[in-house]
């Protein structure tokens, strides 16, 4: 038995809340996929191509060619970017975890979406995951990052555009994770955005961001199962069964509200 069964054999996951996660992460690949493509249209006509050869296979052909960079080295790169990963992620728990306000924030995200994700079983994760990195690094790295370097670099030199494409694609990173609702969380984020495009930018190892991705979210979720397995009180309460309606209707109250 894998630790993702275990994990779910200790806390159960109603079937219909599973159903409900799996949509929303696959929504959230598809959304980021068709924001990318959409991006990765611009960057094409930015660098010269006409609108129908970037709408029609331009993009995809862009998408081609910055993952066929640098293969033989880009595992190697992945395997230390997403252990310098799990490193900031670790540290960062770490020192939350040694005041109030911060363990009441690592608990938050522990009965929030993350506390659901490790108990899905391993078939549906490994797929999940390898989309997500896949699909953002393509988007937030890739697509935003070159269009920022198409538009500045003329203007601002390599260094300059560089960092200002960073930042924005870090910003843009962060502030799409908003399910995370706490300092520590939204600081990991950024460290790890910042990571991310700085290696992307100075490298353009696309595959290399991409795979570090996937295999530092399959690694902590795997990682957070575990401990749930191990801990006899990893939730310090409930195990979370309805973490995703709970988000929606978040979402919704905050909207009505900002509509009052």
């Known amino acids: 038995m894998d630790v993702f069964a275990k994990a779910r054999e200790k806390f159960p996951l109603p079937q219909e809340e599973e159903s409900r996660l799996i949509q929303v992460l696959v ?60 490193g900031i992620d670790r540290a960062a728990e770490g020192l939350a975890w040694r005041t109030a306000k911060g363990r009441e924030e690592v608990l938050e995200v522990r009965r929030g979406l993350s506390g659901e994700i490790a108990r899905l079983p391993l078939g549906k994760i490994a797929p999940l995951m390898l989309g997500v990195g896949c699909a953002e690094e393509v988007g937030f790295r890739f697509a935003v990052i070159g269009v920022v370097m198409a538009v500045a670099e003329p203007v601002l030199g390599f260094a300059g555009a560089a960092i200002i494409a960073v930042i924005a694609s870090t910003v843009v990173f962060t502030l799409m994770h908003t399910q995370y609702h706490c300092l520590y969380a939204n600081l990991v984020v950024t460290a790890i955005g910042l990571l991310l495009g700085t290696f992307y ?60």
């Open 27 to 86: 929504g959230s690949v598809l959304a980021t996929t068709v924001a990318a493509i959409i991006c990765t249209i611009v960057l094409c006509c930015l660098r010269g191509e006409d609108l129908w050869q970037a709408v029609t296979n331009g993009w995809a052909a862009a998408w081609a060619d910055a993952l066929a960079i640098g293969w033989p080295w880009s595992l190697g790169c992945a395997i230390v970017l997403a252990a310098l990963m799990f």
């Open 201 to 260: 930018v100075l490298t353009d190892m696309l595959a290399a961001v991409a795979l570090a991705h996937a295999l530092y979210d399959f690694g902590i979720t795997a990682f957070e199962a575990r401990r749930m397995v191990r801990d006899p009180d990893y939730f310090q309460g409930e195990a979370p069964v309805n973490a995703v309606k709970d988000e929606i209707d978040r979402q919704l109250k905050e909207r009505e509200d900002g509509q009052d």
